[in-house]
């Protein structure tokens, strides 16, 4: 099920990145206190009693040479566009502005809930402040505080409440669904139409030309797949051509559907930064991933350009070791079924669950042969190890202390549990307790 979305928008230097860092839980984007400085990720998954969602700091959405107004336009119609929930941001200390004005102006055009928030409120004295702002026509203001995170809880209550009901999905038993995501013009579109055997979605040499996700249902070999294609993750038009990172957006709700993630690169034109921020987002929900290195027949190759390209993607991806390879090549159909069988293989081992008895002797096992170090006189013991979620594959490793569990211990656990049980193309998460 897509989780919904939530954008935080509002004229420059009130406070959006603050907030989205309050409520994601941790200093994603870069905060300085002048104008327009966000640089680094500004989507991530957030969660609010049993609410799980999106979040967007639409500040980070870098416009180019734009004017003032026509960015913060392009923000907050990138948010209509993508958001189910929008936060309208305010700075309690500076008043109503025009700015605060040409944004309302142009949320009054959209039909989601839009969630007014003062920020700055730093304690109890200054909430009269708020009171300027009912004239912006969104109701009841709430007073935040970003930087000391006062009044985000009623806030939040406020947002969730908004979102929409959930859409009964259709339980679809025995299909796999995955999605292909990448740059745009890396031929997304045209693996789908290889992989169906037919023009189902529109080609071109132009990025963007594709619009939204398409969804094609397909059998191969008796297995049923559903294949969600966000072809170029880019609307057509001035503000998202320009605008490299709302491709991301795509991405995030078609990751969120699949249960494997095709990550697809440009033989010709090798990694670029963006095909590993994409990547991230997939392994951080939790999906199959598999790489597909495409246009492989336009490249000239001897015998050692396959291994050099696999150790490329293997430097660049290391988070992501797990992961096979394939390379395909759509526009001569190249090796393009044998995509299927990765697929399958890959959902098998992300649902894979493993019996108690035999996972707990290949952590006593492993443990024998590499006993974790000591850490100032107190060594890690491991008392028992349950599997308790499949997609992806969960454990949950009692210990006599959870802070001699170290990262590089962990690792090395994992790895165990993949040369004994494969795994082959998921993520395998280790999570610690303590024994009570």
């Known amino acids: 099920m897509s989780k919904p979305t939530v954008a935080i928008v509002g004229r420059p230097n009130v406070g959006k990145s603050t907030i989205f860092n309050r409520i994601v839980g941790e200093r ?12 680094d990720r500004i989507y991530s998954s957030a969660d609010w009693l049993t609410h799980d969602f999106n979040l967007i700091d639409t500040g980070g959405i870098d416009i180019g040479d734009e004017p003032f107004l026509e960015q913060i336009r392009a923000q907050a119609e990138i948010a209509i566009e993508e958001a189910d929930v929008i936060i309208f941001l305010t700075n309690g200390r500076e008043g109503v502005t025009n700015g605060d004005e040409q944004v309302a102006k142009i949320l009054y055009k959209t039909k989601k809930p839009v969630v007014l928030a003062v920020n700055k409120i730093d304690n109890p004295e200054m909430r009269e402040m708020i009171y300027d702002f009912y004239s912006l026509g969104f109701g009841d203001p709430h007073p935040i505080s970003g930087s000391h995170g006062l009044g985000l809880g009623d806030l939040l209550d406020s947002v969730a409440a908004s979102f929409p009901e959930p859409a009964a999905e259709e339980v ?19 693996l789908v139409n290889a992989l169906l055997g037919e023009d189902r979605v529109i080609v071109s040499d132009v990025a963007g030309t594709t619009t939204d996700a398409i969804d094609s249902l397909y059998e191969y070999e008796g297995q049923k797949f559903r294949i969600i294609d966000t072809a170029g ?6 503000v998202y051509e320009n605008t490299e990172k709302y491709s991301v957006l795509r991405a995030l709700k078609a990751i969120d559907r699949s249960d494997v993630v095709l990550i697809v690169l440009n033989g010709e034109e090798g990694i670029r930064e963006q095909d590993k921020r994409i990547a991230g987002y997939a392994e951080e929900a939790g999906k199959g991933v598999l790489f597909v290195v495409n246009k492989w027949d336009a490249l000239e190759k001897d015998d050692k350009t396959m291994n050099r390209f696999t150790e490329d993607i293997r430097k660049n991806f290391l988070f992501l070791d797990y992961a096979p390879i394939a390379y395909v090549s759509a526009k001569t159909k190249q090796r393009v079924k044998t995509l299927f069988d990765f697929i399958i ?28 170090p000591a850490d100032k006189g107190k060594r890690l013991r491991i008392y028992y190890t349950t599997q308790v979620a ?26 165990r549990l993949r040369e ?8 395998i998460r280790i999570i610690t307790r303590a024994r009570s």
């Open 345 to 372: 293989t890959i959902s098998e081992n992300h649902s894979m669950r493993i019996q108690s008895s035999v996972l707990n002797e290949v952590v006593e096992d492993a443990v024998a042969r590499n006993p974790a």
């Open 390 to 415: 499949v997609r992806p594959p969960a454990f949950v490793v009692f210990v006599n202390d959870t802070e001699l569990m170290h990262f590089s211990y962990e690792r090395f656990l994992q790895n």
């Open 233 to 238: 993750m880019r609307k057509k038009g001035k």
């Open 420 to 427: 004994s049980f494969g795994f082959e193309g998921t993520p």
């Open 28 to 39: 994603i984007s870069i905060v300085e206190d002048v104008s327009g400085v966000t640089r």
């Open 172 to 190: 679809e038993e025995d299909v796999i669904r995955f999605s292909l995501i990448g740059r745009p013009n890396v031929g997304k579109s045209s």
